[in-house]
Nanobody, 122 residues
Framework: QVQLVESGGGLVQAGGSLRLSCACS????????LGWFRQAPGKQRELVAT?????????ADSVKGRFTISRDNAKNTLYVYLQMNSLKPEDTAVYYC??????????????WGQGTQVTVSS
């Protein structure tokens, strides 16, 4: 059974930084692409960033230059991280990590974490 568990969310002032972590354990194929998504109140879930097993990254235009996605394939547990700098109030959302072979458009049947709240105050 595959389990994704996020951590690192919280409350931060605008301009601040947070680092999200996601531990992917269980019977997960390690080359699988990973990603971060977010959902703000009243809005649809949106892609934030994705990363392939080889380190190729993709970002939403709204976070380019501020967020950095990375992954650690070497540990026994697969990790994906999201370093968020220069945070803005509009970054406030629940952030989810996901693992999918179609990571730019994952389905509900793919692997998802439970989400972690990020709140940016102005």
């Amino acid at each position: 059974q595959v389990q994704l568990v996020e951590s690192g969310g919280g409350l931060v002032q605008a301009g601040g930084s947070l680092r999200l972590s996601c531990a992917c354990s269980g019977n997960i194929f390690r080359p699988i692409p990973l990603g971060w998504f977010r959902q703000a109140p009243g809005k649809q879930r949106e892609l934030v960033a994705t990363i392939s097993s080889g380190g190729f990254t993709n970002y939403a235009d709204s976070v380019k230059g501020r967020f950095t996605i990375s992954r650690d394939n070497a540990k026994n547990t697969l990790y994906v991280y999201l370093q968020m700098n220069s945070l803005k109030p509009e970054d406030t959302a629940v952030y989810y990590c996901a693992a999918s072979w179609n990571i730019r458009s994952p389905s509900v049947n793919d692997y998802w974490g439970q989400g972690t709240q990020v709140t940016v105050s102005s």
